[in-house]
């Protein structure tokens, strides 16, 4: 089986469940829908309570015992007005953007060659260098940023955008590469060296053959990437400083924490608002990752 | 530009211009007559701490911008919050580029004082200006005979607690010696309406509160020499006080940061605690039963029999590597100059305190008497560096919380008292060595 | 199948028509390495003049493999082996934010050598991953199960499944952080309203109580991530298998054991080490909720290390922290490594 079938089937059947007809009603009642909904509402609720307090008035927010407070009968837009149209928000929204999709872009193409070279090229020392590149991974950001920052404004890009975009493909090239490793694998050889012989290049190879066939790899990284760059926060509060120029996590933090005053719900209404994009990615593509993943895991 | 008229006119009296004097006017004047003459066309970024009240920002950014007007000069000012600030400054000092002022907490121009720019000429411009520094100025902004910063103004770490409360406990007025304290403390645990300090790494809160603890009972990291001291039967004495005390605290305070005690003092849970004048602007606004209900005190004077508070200075650097060094002495002396800090710190509601003599008579600490108290923070505040020199050594053992440290470890019980004690010491040894 | 169509597809496709220059002066770039480990397999009764050119772009590999290796290592080396360097010399030194320092030998390794809060960072950091990622595997795995059966919305609860890893770890973590507050955690008021307990859970104040609230923050951030991936692990599970092992009389347990769980083993192994070394590196989520409180019973390596390193100017002390974590990632490496072996061995097997 190929990643492409293994992708097809995961969209429109599940395998699995072949014996779900052993099972009787109050049986599936008992081993999946209640232990599934005891899980769900943990994972959950701390975003629930996120999304409530981002819209219960401010005195309710620290009165528990006038009013329940698992709800609020007068919700207000007042935190969400506020982050929206009171601060820079939409600057930093299209700033995380344009990072994480421009990290997420160097990290792919870097990955891309590098994952191929290293399955199909095997040039001389491909697995030190496979293994190399999965060592540093290994390397968190915490043990970098005191040196990283010293790199950073010797470069003179401290306080630039571009600090993290070039700076974030470290944390994801890693991840891309071994995915797509996994990925280039499963493409047969046979392919390639009918292309050969054809006089095609290795670059027509890539881009004509290997690269169509490992689109859900690519998303996968992609998705994966993506998510990374939007939620680093070291990196992102140690090389950029103006207002203007931080990205969400950052920036929320940073602007509804007065002193010793936490304003809540503005901080959960940028939480919330913040994630939204990625919610959005994930709610067209949450299909596509899971077979991507299957391609990739499949071998 | 939208100048407030209110503070226009306060300005303009302050100095004895004519109400009508536009700021705009007296900026260029100012800065026509002013010794410092910001370079041509000067870009500063200036990093300042997050603010407290937005009404101080408001005010700031105004001064900014008027500034900006008579001189020509651009700031750019990025606020960072009390926890990221000093990392970053750090960061800068470090790699000599990407800020000219910084406007930071504490002992701020002490952790790299190479790197600051000499402040002298400024400092002494004010000093001879404006009334006088306070001592305690000196001690923050002073390296042997070099001014590296220039303490702007002080938050206040007093007693706040509700009237109620405190008479309920039996009280008349706010106890002002550690036997009433304590007495205070466990009447209103047993009234059910009880105090709590914080034993968190709350770099304002805690520091401030725990170090008063400490140099009340005689107690000292290091005596002036910057020799170890802590060691002493003073600071068993203060643990064995604070051990008395944490027991009647709300629970939960040895995880409290900055933000703890306010909310739940604002909420009506927490009935005494040591802060600055933000839960009472706060209530104000969000819980006035609580602001009518509250007032400041002075931290008690301990068995030492005088003063031992510790306030929260901030303190304005440059970087000796700027290349506008003139622009930025002119900002400051500009910021301190009366009609531009009058108006500021009467925004800032009680937040902030003055370091010069002449703003003692700013109407801000009469018009409402709780704020009262705060007015004379920056006379009273000692450094955090208490008889020793104030340094890099004194900054770092005040960012590592090695005093704070030591209460919590043995007020929660985790370590006995010589157990504490000798942590601290020899963490103080490493950094004072 | 559509992926054999797609190939033949390809294969007519790529019949490049004619050898234009261009293609031949990029061939000519080669070095003549005709010599390097050919892997000629299949290919006997070729003619000669391809088997020269085959023979050339065998001697290419090495040349393109470093182009097209160039952006992701410099990239790697400019931005992580340099620093890394950087952080290792830094261990070494003295030195202070704001002032260079001078070369000490070993003494910010022997200071932490005798450092209790270094012990109890150590200890913790290894309670935590231990503890944090056994967790997350067990649910994980037990979550993909339920994931994998057949469910109504079994999209929207795929999606909904991944929230806690696409909401930012900071702000999901003040969430946590509220949610734990010593005096208006919405825990402790409802246990307090069923009557469970009398006064509030003091989540964040006493050390075990911390640890334990923050390794459940952890563990419920990475779960979904380790149920997605293993979800798409058992996609891959022919469903024959397990109709053949029901007809022979398989209880569910042993499905489990005999089918699903070693078919599933080389993806664990990607995952768990992704999942261990995500988590004992954590930095957010400590530094969010604790800051390593109370009393330093919550300080992992990486925020001790940034509490002495940053906070309080030990550049020198913080890096030493650091880089004392280097041995257990090569721990975690090691038993990766072994993690990847079996994979290969699996494949072996497999006989795709």
Known sequence: MTSIDAGRRADTTDHSDGMAYLETVPSRVVTTYIPLLLILIVLLFPFYWMALTAIKPNDQLIDMDKVSPFWTWNPTFQHIHKLLFESDYPRWLWNTMFIASCAT?????????????????????????????????????????????????????????????????????????????????????????????????????????????AIPGLISAFIFSFTLCWNEFIYALTFLSSTQNKTVPVAIVNEFVDGDIYRWGSLMAGALVGSLPLVILYAFFVEHYVSAMTGAVKE | MNFDRRSLIKGGAALGLGASTNLLDYAKAWAQASPFKAEPNAKINLMRWKRFVEAEDVEFMKLVAAFEAATGAKITVTNESYDDLQPKASVVANTGQGLDLVWGLYSLPHLFPQKCLDLTDVSKYLGEKHGGWFPSAEAYGKLGNKWIGIPIAASGGLMNYRISSMEKAGFKEFPKDHAGFLELCKALKANNTPAGFAFGHASGDANTWLHWLLWSHGGYLVDKNDKVIINSPETAKALEYAKALYPTFIPGTASWNDSSNNKAFVAGDLHLTANGISIYVTAKKDNPAVAADMNHAYLPVGPVGKPTELHLPFTMLAFQFTKVPNACKAFIAFMLDAPQYNPWIGAAQGYLSHFLGEY??????????????????????????GLGTLGEKAASAIADFIVVDMFANYATGREDLKGAIAGAERQAKRIYR | MAARLQRAAFRSQMRIPARGPAHAAFFEHGSVMVNSAIDMTGNPGRRQSERTLWAKLQGNRNWLGFWYMLPAIGILVLFLAYPLFLGVWLSFTDTKIGRAGEFIGFEN????????????????????????????????????????????????????????????????????????????????????????????????GDPWNARWSTIFANVWRGVPFIAITL?????????????????????????????????????????????????????????????????????????????????AGQLGEGAAISTAMIPFLLAAIGIAWYGLQTRKWQQGGSND
């Open chain 1, 105 to 213: 872009f160097i990290s792919l193409v870097a990955s891309v060659l590098a994952a191929y070279a290293i399955v199909r090229l095997r040039f001389r020392g491909a697995q030190t260098v496979g293994a190399l590149i999965f060592l540093a991974y290994l390397v968190p950001p915490s043990i970098l940023f005191i040196p990283l920052a010293t790199v950073i404004y010797k470069v003179g890009l401290f306080d630039s955008p571009l600090a993290l975009i070039l700076v974030y493909p470290t944390i994801l090239i890693p991840f891309s590469t071994w995915l797509l490793m996994g990925y280039f694998k499963t493409i047969p050889f046979e392919l390639e060296e009918c292309a050969l012989i054809d006089g095609a290049s290795r670059w027509q190879i890539l881009t004509k053959i290997v690269l169509p066939l």
């Open chain 3, 109 to 204: 390794y022997e200071w932490l050598w005798d450092d209790s809060v270094f012990w109890v960072s150590v200890f913790n950091t290894l309670l935590y991953t231990i503890v944090a990622s056994a967790a997350k595997f067990g649910i994980g795995l037990y979550l993909a199960l339920l994931l994998n059966k057949r469910l109504p919305f079994k999209a929207l609860i795929r999606a909904l499944v991944l929230i806690p890893f696409i909401v930012p770890t900071v702000l999901s973590a003040i969430a946590f952080w509220w949610i734990y507050d010593s005096q208006f955690s919405i825990l402790s008021w409802s246990l307090r309203k069923l009557g469970w307990i009398s006064a509030n859970i003091d989540f964040l």
């Open chain 3, 231 to 311: 979800l798409a692990g058992l996609q891959t599970v022919s469903p024959s298998l397990y109709e053949a092992a029901t007809l022979d009389g398989a209880t569910p347990w042993q499905r489990f054991r005999h089918i699903t769980y070693p078919l599933l083993t080389p993806i664990i192994a990607v995952v768990m080490t992704f999942s261990v070394l995500f988590t004992f590196t954590d930095f957010q989520l400590i530094w969010a909720l604790t800051r390593g409180g109370p009393v330093n019973a919550t300080h992992l390596m990486a925020t001790l290390s940034y509490q002495r390193a940053i906070i």
């Open chain 2, 360 to 385: 003692d008579a700013n109407p801000v600490w009469t018009a409402d008497p709780k704020t009262t108290p705060y007015r004379d923070v920056a006379k009273r505040t000692l450094t955090p560096a």
